[in-house]
């Protein structure tokens, strides 16, 4: 008498939603995923092949395992860089890290 009888209702908002709403989950984390991994990754891999394309003769350059040097020749796939007077190394265009802005190191 005090207690109304339950009948069973439809799904209300979730029931319309129900497939939509097992993946939306996924979409969102994939979103999140995009703009905090993947978009600055793919912004750096840009910037750091204008950075490459960008060198000449004469500039002067960090390799990935800290050697400066200052670029004497550029080819296709390497540069050949002057570490001291008389040494040279011939080393990967992808190996360089940085390029050094003019007058960073005077004697090389």
């Given amino acids: 008498m005090f207690i109304s009888p339950a009948f069973a ?6 029931g ?3 497939s939509l709403g097992g993946i939306l989950p996924l979409i969102l984390i994939f ?3 995009y703009f905090l991994l ?6 750096k891999v840009k910037e750091h092949r204008a950075m490459l ?19 004497t020749r ?8 002057e570490v001291a007077k008389g040494v ?6 992808h190996a360089v ?3 050094l802005p003019k007058g960073t190191i005077k004697k090389i």
Avoid: C, H, W, Y
């Fill in 9 to 14: 209702q439809d799904g209300g908002i979730m």
């Fill in 16 to 18: 319309s939603f129900g």
């Fill in 31 to 33: 979103v999140v995923f």
């Fill in 38 to 43: 993947i978009r600055p990754q793919q912004k």
């Fill in 53 to 71: 394309d960008a060198l000449r003769r004469g500039d002067k350059i960090v390799t990935n395992g800290g050697i400066i040097g200052k670029v």
């Fill in 74 to 81: 550029v080819d296709e796939q390497f540069f050949v860089i």
């Fill in 88 to 93: 040279e190394l011939k080393l990967q265009k």
């Fill in 97 to 99: 890290s940085a390029a």
